[in-house]
């Protein structure tokens, strides 16, 4: 069954009873990290995979011993609410802080579930979005050049656009940042300049925007002077950050007519419920506010009419 058949959600539930414990950690690197704890703390350690074969021992008291995982599964290790792992451990002599001993086993746990579902959602959205994405091509490549991309810019067009919300939304991957950018005055340079520079105005901002983006960003053209730019299981800030390049690149482009200037609202989409369509349009009622603050900046007058001078 293919990638794009079943939830993300539901596959990233299922599929981890695919991983052994190699896959998620740098055995050695556990390895040395255990012998060293078990030394400090006057322990033997045995590690086993779910169905309690032995990984790892760490120390001479295991020596015999036959895991019975579901009678006696010691420390499990989970990811997903599914058992990866089994950690046991012996004691070597009366311990001077039982509490503390126990403390640092189970944190020891705690920690190695919590990196190996970090691993592995990591691995799975990978898979998950090139998966997709090979899909999509496939679909597509009997689409001309031209019919994904917009004439004027180069950028996804708003059919194409609109495609790839759609599938986004179908694979119930989130979290999603939405952004949507508009041109700042592109009436007034049209007005006063004509239609020649007022899309060499629309073709400098696509351009930054392009530029300034990731190879995994989908940035598209969705209205005459206004863009649309999603970013797939985008990190804290990332969209802050990209958002601030394509400012600072707008603000320092040097030209004797045009000064790029744009308005930008971003949401998230963090629920699989929503549509991006509608997180769109509630990035759209973000950007009209920050219209209005870039608009009304000390200098920024000045600087749109600037070719006016000439």
């Keep these: 069954m293919g990638y794009d058949a079943i939830p993300y959600e539901k596959r990233v539930k299922e599929n981890i009873r695919n991983y052994a414990l190699s896959n998620l950690y740098d055995m050695e690197v556990v390895k040395r990290y255990l012998g060293s704890l078990a030394e400090i703390l006057g322990i033997s350690m045995l590690l086993t995979d779910r169905h309690g074969e032995k990984e790892m021992v760490i120390g001479d008291s295991f020596v015999g011993f036959h895991p019975d995982v579901v009678n006696e599964p010691g420390l499990k290790l989970r990811i997903q609410n599914r058992t990866i792992g089994h950690l046991y451990v012996k004691v070597l002599a009366p311990l001077k802080d039982e509490t503390l001993v126990n403390e640092m086993v189970e944190g020891t746990v705690a920690f190695l579930s919590k990196y190996g579902e970090e691993v592995y959602l990591h691995r799975e959205s990978s898979i998950y979005l090139e998966e997709l994405e090979k899909r999509l091509e496939e679909r597509q490549r009997k689409i001309s050049q031209n019919e994904k991309e917009d004439v004027l810019t180069g950028v996804f067009n708003k059919l194409y656009f609109d495609e790839k919300m759609n599938l986004i939304d179908r694979s119930g991957v989130i979290p999603v940042e939405v ?3 508009n041109i700042n005055d592109w009436k007034f340079v049209n007005d006063h300049f ?3 520079e007022s899309d060499r105005l629309i073709q400098t901002v696509a351009g930054i925007l392009k530029q300034e983006a990731k190879p ?11 863009f649309g ?3 797939p299981m985008a990190e804290e800030g990332e969209a802050k950050e990209y958002t601030q390049r394509v400012r600072n690149r707008c603000d320092t482009y040097e030209d004797a007519v045009l000064a790029p200037s744009v308005a930008v609202g971003i949401v998230s989409k963090t629920n699989v419920e929503e549509t991006l369509k509608e997180r769109l349009s509630d990035a759209e009622y973000e950007m009209f506010n920050n219209k209005f603050e870039v608009k009304n900046a000390p200098g920024y007058r000045e ?8």
């Excluded at 600087?303 to 000439?310: A, I, M, N, T, V």
Aim: proline residues 0%; charged residues 40%; hydrophobic residues 40%.
């Design 194 to 196: 004509g239609d020649e």
């Design 229 to 231: 730019v999603l970013i």
């Design 303 to 310: 600087r749109l009419e600037k070719g006016l001078k000439k």
């Design 216 to 226: 995994d960003y989908v940035v598209g053209r969705i209205d005459g002077d206004v």
């Design 179 to 181: 952004i949507n950018v």
